[in-house]
Every structure is written in C-alpha cells, then in structure tokens.
C-alpha cells in the first residue's frame, strides 16, 4: 500500500515537471522572434491590420484625387475665364477690322470721287424714325452747312438738315419729306425721288409720260438745283408703271444705300 503511494507521487511530480517545461515553452520568448502568444496575436490581427492599412491607402488616394480635382477645376475656371477675354478681345478685333474696311471703302470713294468729303461717325437714331434721319458726329465747327449732300460709299444717303457746334442731323432720303432730282442714267430721261416707301423703296417720278426707263436701270441724282452734285448713285428700277392712263410713269426704286445699317457717312463740302 505504501508502495503504491510512492509510485503516485512520483508520477504526479512527473506530470508537474512535464506540464511547467510545455507552459514554459509555450509562454517563453525565443531568443531571435516573439513568443508564442505574440505569434498567435500576430496570425490573428494579421486581416485586421491588411484592411486598416488598405482603408488608410484608400483614404490617401481619394484625398489625393480630391486635390487634384480641385486643383481641376480652378485650372478649368481659369481657362474659361481666359476663354472668355479672348471671345471678347476677338470680337473687338473683328469690329476694328470692319471699321477699317468701311473707312477703307470711303476712302476710296473720296480719292475716285471729285469734290471734297468729310467723314462722320454716325451715334444717334430716333427709334421713332428710324428711316428718317441719323445723328453724325460732326457740325459747324468741322466746316458742316445745312443742305450738303450726305453720301456713302454706296451711293447717296440724303442731306443736311440742322447743324450744332459738333453735331448735325441727316434727313434720309427715305423720308417722306425727302426729295432729289434724278435722271435715268442709260436714258437721260429726268424726274424725281421722293421718300416714304420704307428702307428698300423708293419712287421715281418722271417729267413725261413718254420717259424710257426700264427694270434695271440705274437712277442717279441729275445735278440740277444746288443741293446735291450730278451723279450720285441713288438705286435701281425694280418695277415701272403708270398710276392711270395720261399720267407720267413712275418707277419704284431700290435704294443702292442700306440704311438700316449706316455707320459712317461723308458729308459732300461745298
């Protein structure tokens, strides 16, 4: 019985001694890495750390993509801002060049033209009258008289009708009141324009019901009386007719001159 008892305790310590050399190989650090338990926490965390690292890399990468967005769209402002001077500073452009042409062109209508001319800027219309006279940007002191023919590079476009100091109004000759002795050019026959028709019509009443004029035919002013020099380009026939038998002709004009669209005009010196 005794003996038995021994060989229970020996066993025990053997299990004692067994179980503290496994715990101390469990918990105890090697020499060149972690322990165990570190080694265990290391595999386990291991997902967890590869997702946190992949969600701040994310997160990098999208304010990154952020900035260079912003820094995007500043640039695009920019460049519509710059866009947008260089549409307005092309259109400035574009008017310049139109001007000089215009003046070009009277240009030469002054230099092919006999007589002496000064050029107007025209700056003033009345809304209510808008084919019956413009405001130009030159008078009395300039040399402007009441009465001088206004002209353009396109033919005749009326007279003077007042003058200021730096101003003058120009009576169209679409105005109602508005008339010049005229001749057809191919056969001198002679009449005269008056106004009234609209910016694209004239008419053209002549002296004898026999007067030779025909669609096509180019009325210019006659030179006669003192308001307005011989052979102004006035228009073109477009149709002729006779209001009632006995009566004179009459023809209906297209004017040579766009009148809606005046910008510069030379007044015709004396």
Known sequence: M????????????????????????????????????????????????SA???????????????????????????LEANLRQLRGLESKIQEVEAENKRLRDLLGFQEN??????????????????FSSVSIAAGSEQGIEPDAAVVCQAG?????????????????????????????????????????????????????????VQVGDLIVTSGMGSKFPEGLLIGEVVSVRTPQPGLVKEAIVRPSVDFEHLEEVMVVGR
């Open 2 to 49: 005794r003996r038995r008892f021994q060989y229970k305790k020996m066993i025990i310590l053997a299990v004692l001694v067994a179980a503290s050399v496994a715990l101390m190989n469990v918990t105890g650090k090697p020499q060149n890495g972690p322990s165990f338990w570190g080694s265990l926490f290391q595999k386990a965390s291991k997902p967890v750390s």
């Open 52 to 78: 946190y690292l992949a969600v701040k890399d994310r997160f990098q990468s999208l304010k990154v993509a952020f900035a260079d967005k912003e820094a995007l769209i500043r640039k695009n402002e920019e």
């Open 113 to 130: 033209a006999p007589g002496d001319y000064l050029v107007a800027e025209v700056f003033g219309r009345d809304p209510s009258k808008w």
């Open 156 to 212: 005749l476009v009326g007279r003077i009708l007042s003058v200021g100091d730096n101003l003058s109004t120009v009576l169209l000759l679409t105005d109602p009141e508005s008339g010049v002795g005229a001749v057809v050019q191919r056969s001198r026959d002679l009449g005269v324009v008056l106004g009234g028709g609209g910016p694209e019509s004239l008419t053209a009443r002549f002296f004898s019901k026999d007067a030779d």
